[in-house]
């Protein structure tokens, strides 16, 4: 069965300080991974896509890599800001039809003064 | 705003009351997609369209629910005798189809809840 499995679950960090979220899948065959930023009570906004030979991709303080070998993700959020309050969720998606995207449970992350 | 609109934004309903819920995609975007999520867990695929073809369902679509895009436009997703189990989150999202890292558009969703 395909699944996407995040850890920590919860985490709460200062303004200003960095933090790393992880990612474990199962998805095979395995086209692209995902991360999303999903504010309470909103819909999901993709950060970064990575395919199979992609190793590292950032966007602004967003840096994600992906070992595709041991099937492991991580996102990197540095400087953080109390706007990066949010769950960050990891989607993989494989090779079949329809680009159906498997989501992990994600990770809700507080940011505080 | 992604441009993916959805309406309403919240329904409750009572048990055994059949609700629909619609969703506007992105105006060029051929694939719509509908996702259920429940509080503290990731989106869960419910069924896409390519155009007005649905192309797959999930199996945790029951025939309690159906999906609709007539026109290839917009899209609806109906539930019919609501269950208490139904009460959740329904994203709807939109890409261009054509490669394996189409980006998908999330809505801001419609939050159902059934007393």
């Known amino acids: 069965k395909n699944q996407v499995e995040q850890s920590p679950q919860s985490l709460i960090i200062l303004e200003g300080k960095n933090c790393t979220l992880q990612c474990n899948y199962t998805v095979s065959p395995f086209s692209n991974l995902r991360w999303y930023k999903q504010d309470t009570g909103r819909g999901p906004v993709s950060l970064t896509i990575m395919t199979f030979s992609e190793n590292t991709k950032s966007n602004g303080r967003y840096t994600a890599t992906l070992d595709a070998d041991t099937k492991q993700s991580s996102l990197h959020i540095t400087a953080s800001q109390l706007s990066d309050s949010a769950s960050y969720i990891c989607v993989v998606s494989g090779t079949g039809g329809g680009n159906k995207l498997t989501f992990g449970t994600g990770t809700q992350l507080k940011v505080e003064l | 705003d992604t441009g993916v609109s959805q309406d309403p934004r919240h329904k409750i309903t009572k048990r055994g009351q059949n609700v629909t819920f619609r969703c506007d995609p992105i105006s060029e975007h051929n694939r719509l997609y509908w996702y259920r999520q429940t509080l503290g867990q990731g989106p869960e695929f419910l069924t896409y369209f390519q155009n007005e073809a649905q192309l797959e369902k999930s199996r945790l679509l029951s025939d309690r629910f159906s999906a609709e895009r007539p026109k290839g436009s917009f899209s609806t997703l109906e539930i019919q005798r609501t269950e208490q189990g139904d009460s959740a989150m329904y994203l709807c999202?939109?890409?261009?189809?054509?490669?394996?890292?189409?980006?998908?558009?999330f809505g801001p969703g419609t939050r159902l809840t059934v007393t």
């Open positions: 999202a939109s890409s261009l189809a054509g490669g394996p890292v189409s980006e998908q558009y």
